[in-house]
């Protein structure tokens, strides 16, 4: 046993993928089996390695989730950021930019309408459940835009870890009901085409939500959408912690 363990620590990220690889097949079969697809598969696979990250954070008793088991401790290397943005970055290779032209004026408001309407969201949200100073109001109006934004923000206006906490929460469950929604919703919104796909992303702007939830409906759409919410999370960092919070603070008085 403790060669085995050896052996999958010293190829962490391999074993990272090979499990990653196999929770997408038991999620698209559990897509395909008990919702006939209705529920697309990368939807449950982001459930279910939430569920498995907070069981390894139990049985360890550590902050990294799975990470912390040892023989799984490759998922630090692979849920990181590098990778991550790596990954990101990486669907920009299937965009013709002749499209992205053609889209012009439309995807740029959408990124600004997006941004300043899903912090006002999260922002009154964080009001009415009782926070009244605008290092946590911004914080989680940040969060509320996507899981990177809102930590961004609340280490830059020095809110307190709770408060951010409360912010990547948000972020994720917006995450994943983009993730499950788009597919359900997308023949009514007319997303068929690159257009109307990077206008979505700009409107929604989290990544993993958008990507997955246009992988769902087409995988053609996945590189556009997945473009303008990156954008999105660009924009988020530099507008939450200084004009919205400026705002905020006026209006709150501290």
Do not use: Q, W
């Not at 060669?3 to 010293?10: A, G, P």
């Not at 559990?30 to 598969?41: E, M």
């Not at 040892?70 to 991550?84: N, P, Q, V, W, Y």
């Amino acid at each position: 046993m403790d060669y085995i363990t050896t052996l999958l620590v010293k190829n962490g990220l391999i074993v990272a993928f090979l499990v990653t690889g196999l929770l997408m097949v038991v999620s698209d079969e559990l897509s395909r089996k008990l919702t006939r697809s209705k529920i697309p598969g990368s939807a449950i696979a982001i459930f279910l390695g939430l569920s498995m990250a907070y069981v390894g954070g139990l049985l360890t008793g550590g902050s990294k989730g799975i990470a912390d088991i040892k023989a799984l401790s490759g998922f630090e290397l692979m849920g990181g950021s590098m990778l991550r943005d790596f990954a990101i970055v990486s669907t920009a290779l299937g965009v013709s930019f002749a499209v992205v032209r053609k889209t012009g004026m439309a995807g740029v408001l959408s990124l600004l309408i997006g941004v300043v309407f899903t912090f006002s969201c999260g922002a009154v949200i964080a009001y009415l459940m009782g926070y009244s100073d605008a290092k946590s109001i911004v914080t989680i109006g940040a969060g509320a835009c996507t899981f990177i934004v809102g930590p961004v923000t609340g280490a830059a206006v020095g809110a307190s870890s709770d408060v951010i906490a409360n912010s990547i929460a948000a972020g994720l469950v917006k995450s994943i009901l983009v993730t499950i929604g788009t597919p359900l919703i997308a023949r009514s919104i007319g997303l068929n085409n690159p257009s109307t796909a990077m206008i979505f992303g700009g409107l929604m702007g989290t990544t993993s939500g958008v990507a997955a939830g246009l992988a769902a409906t087409d995988p053609k759409l996945v590189p556009y959408g997945a473009m303008t919410a990156t954008f999105y999370t660009g924009l988020g960092c530099l507008l939450c912690p200084s004009v919205l919070y400026l705002l905020v603070a006026a209006l709150v008085g501290h």
